[in-house]
């Protein structure tokens, strides 16, 4: 501390500055292979264990949110799904995610089963350990399946809802995760999405709305003539706990994403990337409560948690070249979205029970598109103009979501016409847990809700 102190009131010094500079400019050059594997390998590993943390947060956001006759059905839903998207992306899903695509293409595979190095190996051309990258790219998939873990909430079956998983995880994530990351056609035509607001985010949200649509409501959630009944969370100190849970993970979403450490450079923008991201959350909370004070004469902690979350999913698709400002901007409209589009979502009696749909599909596609308003893409040598990059950015929106969609549409549909989605009114009515899991998570409480 004192030693910045210092740096800073020395460079603060017009006479000074100068040979401050002088001093910090060796510092800029890059670390040797070695250091760098190893530093690179670090971010990877420790964004990673971060990202894996995100999962603890769904998990308990699902649980404060759920009623308590379903917390624990939740719960076994969290770490089910984290168990077979580890699985199938080890399986093969990474090797559709990264193809190895000789230019554009939309499908590809490299193999299935993901080889590991060998004990003690390094293969320092790669410049990080291809173990390290596995497991940072894997954690990014189990989070795609928890956006639907908790869109569909209370009225599904654990085994179709765990089959659901498995082709969302081997299948239809990393196919989209191919198109840009994997070097594929959007890729191609300079399509941008830093961290995943849409190849993570509105992926798992276009699921999500697809299984809220095709598998209805909850019993009771709607009345005659729009009446829209609400169905209390069990444990709302529960529900914040998993927010920032995912707050915190959500730096090793987005800072690890820099995909480098090597440089002096490279961890300046891991730091900056760790300010944008945290001010873009902050922004979507402060929108929320103040959204929901005017609209409702009251704020709700629902709201300014999703806030955060829709804040968060916003920056995700560029959270290093805006300003700590625009940050804050795109942040709060992710927050407007929520307030906005919880409602609505409602009005077709479309129901997301911990409002997964808005945070993650809406504030996805808004923040994938404001990309082009901070960043431009380089295609075939030519830097793409502001309109251009939009449009590309609003390809890459669409062409999700119609895949998606229709992926996970035939998906719904067929298990809900073979082995059945929904469990009977009856379990349905009397909670998940006792039929699904035989345990209470609040044994007693259970039938208050």
């Excluded at 020395?10 to 190893?38: H, K």
């Excluded at 698709?317 to 979502?345: D, H, K, R």
């Amino acid at each position: 501390m004192g030693g910045v102190g210092a740096a800073a009131l020395l460079a603060s010094s017009p006479a000074l500055a100068a040979p401050v500079a002088e001093l910090a400019a060796p510092a800029a050059d890059a670390v040797g292979g070695g250091t760098a594997y190893i530093l690179n390998t670090l971010l990877f590993l420790i964004g990673g264990f971060l990202v894996m943390w995100m999962a603890a947060g769904f998990a308990m956001l699902e649980a404060g949110l759920v009623r308590s006759k379903n917390v624990s059905t939740q719960c076994l839903k969290n770490i089910g799904l984290y168990s077979i998207a580890g699985l199938m992306f080890w399986v093969v899903g990474y090797n559709i995610a990264y193809p190895g695509f000789d230019g554009a293409g939309w499908f590809g595979m490299a193999g299935t089963i993901y080889p590991m190095q060998e004990v003690g190996s390094a293969d320092l051309d790669t410049g990080y350990s291809v173990a390290s990258d596995w497991f940072f790219q894997m954690v990014f998939c189990a989070t795609t399946a928890s956006i639907v873990s908790g869109t569909v909430a209370e009225r599904v079956k654990i085994v179709p809802f765990f089959i659901f998983v498995t082709v969302l995880t081997g299948f239809i994530y990393p196919v989209v995760v191919s198109w840009e990351w994997g070097a594929g056609s959007l890729d191609a035509m300079g399509f941008s999405d830093f961290a995943g607001s849409t190849l993570v985010h509105s992926t798992g949200g276009w699921a999500a709305l697809m299984g809220a649509i095709i598998i209805g409501a909850r019993i009771g959630r709607y009345g005659p003539d729009g009446k829209v009944n609400v169905f209390p969370g069990s444990n709302i100190p529960l529900a914040t706990l998993g927010t920032f849970i995912l707050w915190l993970g959500w730096f090793g979403f987005n800072g690890a994403s820099q995909l480098a450490m090597g440089t002096v450079g490279d961890v300046s923008d891991v730091s900056k990337i760790f300010v944008n991201t945290n001010m873009a959350a902050a922004g979507g909370v402060v929108t929320a409560i103040i959204l929901t004070q005017l609209r409702y004469k009251k704020a709700d902690i629902t709201m300014a948690l999703n806030g955060a979350l829709a804040g968060l999913v916003s920056i995700t698709a560029e959270p290093l070249a805006p300003s700590v400002g625009s940050s804050i901007l795109i942040g709060a409209v992710g927050g407007a979205i929520v307030v906005f589009t919880v409602p609505l979502l409602d009005k077709f009696k479309i129901d997301d029970v911990v409002g997964a749909i808005p945070v993650h599909l809406f504030a996805g596609i808004w923040g994938t598109l404001a990309v082009a308003f901070n960043t431009q893409s380089e295609v075939d040598g030519a830097v793409l103009s502001m309109g251009a990059q939009f449009g590309v950015q609003a390809i890459g929106v669409a062409a999700t979501g119609v895949f998606v969609c229709l992926a996970s549409g035939i998906l719904w549909f067929a298990l809900k016409a073979t082995i059945g989605v929904r469990p009977s009114e009856e379990v349905e009515l009397a909670g998940l847990d006792v039929h699904e899991t035989g345990v209470e998570a609040y044994p007693g409480l259970a039938n208050q809700g």
